[in-house]
């Protein structure tokens, strides 16, 4: 089947909820598949369902069946008792937990549209972003699974935001229509190209002043830790030697234990995720050069190819680390990758005007895939759109 055709077999009653939602003066481009998250929500519901039972079990011993030797009464009232311990494990799994959500990604020449049907509203929500608004996009493999993720950057008064499309699996021709109709129709290209003074072949080296407050992040970190564990000890030797009776010490130091696994499970997950970010810092001498069809990344040559992606990452984020009453901007990477494999990463950052640069690196890659035919052109976009 043609790659443009792939779209053409969607459910017949949702294709027409969407021609009539989206305005009739923009013609609709493409409409991804439908993107669900029913097996997550699914595995939750019998996961409750489950636990439920097994707590009515820990509290009746039910399963080990020494209430069916008991009178008929007993073992009616008993499994009785079990029905109504089965209904609240539905109620709680299938009723309260609530959260099924299914959704489209459209594309229009103006907009990039989310389309989502949600468990909690009584009727599907239309979710408008327009194309000249969005910065760049990234998209990166979920992990332990054969999906990805999309993330768009738009910028929004002044700052960038970022908005998130998960459990995506033909995310190959989603990117490709993306960049297509990206490409072709949002006016942003133009009016920012004309802008920057950067020309190919370009030179991107570490800025050195951010490299360090990347360390100087990761190192307050290691302080908070070498300083709270040895507190933290000495708290569980106070809770020690200030009961006298064994049975209330256990109960304190149990009780301690729980608490402070909670908290420093909070802080192991954020000291490791700025391991993570570290490990994707460049060194200061490192270095890299943008040409007409290939990156020479540290005297290695990257070429360009279709499934060759640039996608933006965190070296260091304001929302882990930084107090909120005094924020610091996010730092950001370049991750140079394939999107067919996700498994051939380089990064380089941090850089100096990063989302300058950034953009242009991306639109200079953009250019070189439609030049190479490696995007839809526009007379194939408009041969192919969803017909009203």
């Excluded at 960049?179 to 190209?193: G, L, N």
């Excluded at 708290?235 to 696994?261: E, H, M, N, R």
Aim: aromatic fraction near 18%; include cysteine; charged fraction near 25%.
């Amino acid at each position: 089947m043609n790659e443009m055709d792939i779209y053409s077999q969607k459910k017949h009653n949702d294709i027409l909820k969407i021609k009539s939602v989206i305005p009739k003066e923009e013609r609709i481009l493409f409409v991804s598949e439908k993107i669900t998250n029913k097996r997550l929500v699914l595995t939750i519901r019998i996961l409750i369902f489950v636990g439920v039972i097994l707590f009515y079990n820990m509290l009746f011993d039910f399963f080990s069946f020494s209430w069916y030797v008991g009178s008929i009464g007993t073992t009616i009232f008993n499994l009785l008792f079990f029905g109504i311990f089965c209904f609240m494990g539905y109620i709680f799994g299938a009723k309260t937990f609530n959260y099924r959500k299914d959704y489209y990604l459209i594309l229009t020449e103006k907009k990039f549209y989310l389309y989502l049907f949600s468990a909690r509203r009584n009727s599907p929500v239309l979710v408008p972003r327009n194309l000249n608004e969005i910065r760049y996009v990234t998209i990166k493999r979920r992990l332990f699974r054969q999906s990805a993720i999309l993330v768009l950057y738009e910028l929004k008064n002044v700052e960038i935001e970022k908005a998130k499309f998960r459990r995506i699996k033909d995310f190959r021709t989603l990117k490709k229509y993306f960049d297509s109709v990206y490409f072709h129709f949002a006016d942003v290209k133009e009016d920012w190209i004309s802008k920057v003074k950067y020309k190919i072949p370009v030179t991107l080296n570490i800025s050195k002043e951010k490299y360090e407050l990347v360390n100087e992040r990761v190192k307050n970190v290691n302080k908070y830790f070498i300083i709270s564990t040895p507190i933290a000890i000495l708290i569980g030797i106070f809770l020690w030697l200030i009961f006298s009776d064994i049975v209330v010490k256990i109960l304190a130091l149990l009780t301690y234990l729980l608490f402070g696994s909670c908290v420093f499970g909070v802080l192991g997950v954020i000291y490791l995720m700025l391991l993570v970010q570290l490990k994707r810092c460049s060194s200061l001498t490192d270095y890299m050069i943008v040409k007409p069809d290939e990156i020479e990344y540290n005297d290695i040559k990257v070429e360009f190819s279709k499934d060759r992606i640039f996608t933006a990452n965190y070296l260091s984020s304001r929302n882990t680390t930084q107090y909120s009453k005094k924020p610091q901007s996010s730092i950001y990477t370049i991750e140079i990758n394939e999107i067919q494999t996700f498994n051939n990463k380089k990064y380089f950052g941090p850089i100096e005007d990063f989302h300058n640069y950034f953009k242009f690196i991306y639109f200079h890659l953009l250019k070189w895939k439609s030049n190479n035919g490696h995007l839809f052109s526009k007379e194939e976009l408009y041969e192919n759109e969803i017909k009203r």
